[in-house]
Antibody, heavy 120, light 107 residues
Framework: QLQLQESGPGLVKPSETLSLTCTVSGDSINSNSYHWDWIRQSPGKGLEWIGSVYYSGSTDYNPSLKSRVTIFVDTVKNQFSLNLRSVTAADTAVYYCARRGILTGRLDPWGHGTLVIVSS | DIQMTQSPSSLSASVGDRVTITCRATENIITYLNWYQQTPGKAPKLLIYEASSLQGGDPSRFSGSGSGTDFTLTISSLQVEDFATYYC?????????FGQGTTVEMK
């Protein structure tokens, strides 16, 4: 059964870089049928799609975050990661990773989510 | 970006009630519309994909319909475990956007 698990610091200082990793178990990330996505959820903005990576390394980002985001894949470790630079309090959210089907665009499954607080 | 608007934002209902939630897109997304259920402290869970296809393992009391810009999620007979927040999401074009959510509360 495919499972995704987010990991990374729960507290980041303003202006620093938020770094999270999603570990995929139960299947290979080396699939031409899926993208691997990051989504976040904050009380003020609801669910927000951050961006995605394909096993080849190609990426797609939300224009609202594109200048600060990098998503990359490590096929050897079966992981993909998110870097969000120059964070502010507005980046405080629960961050989820998920698999997205290429044909349908459905996000399934999701990781459990990890809360990241931006504060000094 | 395609904007997704759900209505209502919240509703109160009783066990056994029929519940309908609507989702409207600002442009034609054909049937690239997915529905998710989220309970407090948990990640969203896929319920319906491509507007009307029930995700495997989900109860048949959930159904979806619609195409173009207008979509509906229906729960035919509300159960206790269905009290949750529901989100629609368009997967037609990037950036993939979500509705603001509809919370189904116990009356």
């Amino acid at each position: 059964q495919l499972q995704l698990q987010e990991s990374g610091p729960g507290l980041v200082k303003p202006s620093e870089t938020l770094s999270l990793t999603c570990t995929v178990s139960g299947d290979s990330i080396n699939s031409n049928s899926y993208h691997w996505d990051w989504i976040r959820q904050s009380p003020g903005k609801g669910l927000e799609w951050i961006g995605s990576v394909y096993y080849s390394g190609s990426t797609d980002y939300n224009p609202s975050l594109k200048s600060r985001v990098t998503i990359f894949v490590d096929t050897v470790k079966n992981q993909f990661s998110l870097n969000l630079r120059s964070v502010t309090a507005a980046d405080t959210a629960v961050y989820y990773c998920a698999r997205r089907g290429i044909l349908t665009g459905r996000l399934d499954p999701w990781g459990h989510g990890t809360l990241v607080i931006v504060s000094s | 970006d395609i904007q997704m608007t759900q209505s209502p934002s919240s509703l109160s209902a009783s066990v056994g009630d029929r519940v309908t939630i609507t989702c409207r897109a600002t442009e034609n997304i054909i049937t690239y519309l997915n529905w998710y259920q989220q309970t407090p402290g948990k990640a969203p869970k896929l319920l319906i994909y491509e507007a009307s296809s029930l995700q495997g393992g989900d109860p048949s009391r959930f159904s979806g319909s619609g195409s173009g810009t207008d979509f509906t999620l229906t729960i035919s007979s509300l159960q206790v475990e269905d009290f949750a927040t529901y989100y629609c999401q368009q997967s037609y074009s990037s950036p993939f956007t979500f509705g603001q959510g509809t919370t189904v509360e116990m009356k």
